[in-house]
């Protein structure tokens, strides 16, 4: 597989390197140390990041003032040789210029990098790894297969994705590998402090504000075992914050002792909700956000609804129950 890879790249003098709609830093983390190694000119290549306006959040906006990759117009799209796509697992969730036609590869080739279990394999070669800890892990992995360099400020920028995938190395994706990679990454030059205070440490007002909100929003059911919170639109917009800025509030209701189930439900868009599944105590979510349209990872998931949070919980929260339910009896009888 990462022969093949490598080969594809190796054709390509121009590609778009394309992750999903509100990055996260693993997604951004892994498109700008990608799009660093293979447009950094020593051999006539270029490529440009599919990042539309608005695309980043307050938080991570430094991964691109540090990367500083050229961001792609419609007409990198147009004379692309091929795409990579990392951290996707479905081609409607490519982060793309709203100006692109539907038909924006045009049937050139895609290669796919991702660690969701719920990948659709849409790639030309999908190269997905579903118990890997991040994308930027699987990044690193070609990297060192390819044998490129990597310098500091790449080192960097996969350390961010794996870090915050595993938030802080404390979930049960945490592997051996990621470890590894991790470690490695720090002795080829990893900013460990500077990423720790931008990541941990560097809370907007903005940002803050919202994390008030989605505390004083949280809610748990009668047994405890679910615990869920809610921003609508007003209430993200009243914070100073947009659907960008949407990323791990979900930790806010799963940091309750007892949580088996956590969901955050936020109206970034207006009329559209979005869901993020956790589960604790090796509780699956996957399947339960696959019920909703959604996908992801067998203990984080996400879907997208339409309608506001107060509908969309209202119709959520009775089959999170009952499927929290059905799973815990399959436990016992196992």
Partial sequence: MLADLVGTLESWSRTVIIAHV??????????????????NGDDGRVATVSLPESSLSQRLGFLHEWAK?????????????GFVVVDTAKKPRCNLPAELPEDWD???RIVNIDHHASNTGFGWINWVVGDASSSAELVYRLLKFWEKRIDPLVAS???????????????PNTSESALSAAAELVGKGADVVELGERLERSQQLSEFKLLRTIYANTRLTADGRIAYSTADYQEIAEAGCTAADIDDQVSV???????????????????????????????????????FGGG????????IIEGIPSEVVARVLPEAEAYLNRTRKLKIEN
């Fill in 296 to 303: 992801g990872h067998t203990a984080a998931a996400g879907a």
């Fill in 253 to 291: 209701p799963r940091s309750l002792q007892g949580t088996r189930l956590a969901m955050l439900f936020t109206e970034g868009v207006r009329g559209k909700t979005r869901i993020n599944f956790r589960g604790e105590a090796g509780v699956p979510v996957l399947e339960l956000a696959k019920g």
């Fill in 22 to 39: 509100t990055p996260d830093a693993d997604a951004l983390g892994s498109m700008f140390a990608l799009a660093k190694v293979f447009g």
């Fill in 106 to 108: 045009s049937g050139r």
């Fill in 69 to 81: 990759v050229p961001v792609a117009q419609v007409e990198d799209f147009a004379h692309a040789d």
């Fill in 157 to 171: 920028l996969l350390y961010a994705g794996i870090h915050t995938d595993t938030s802080g190395f404390s979930l």
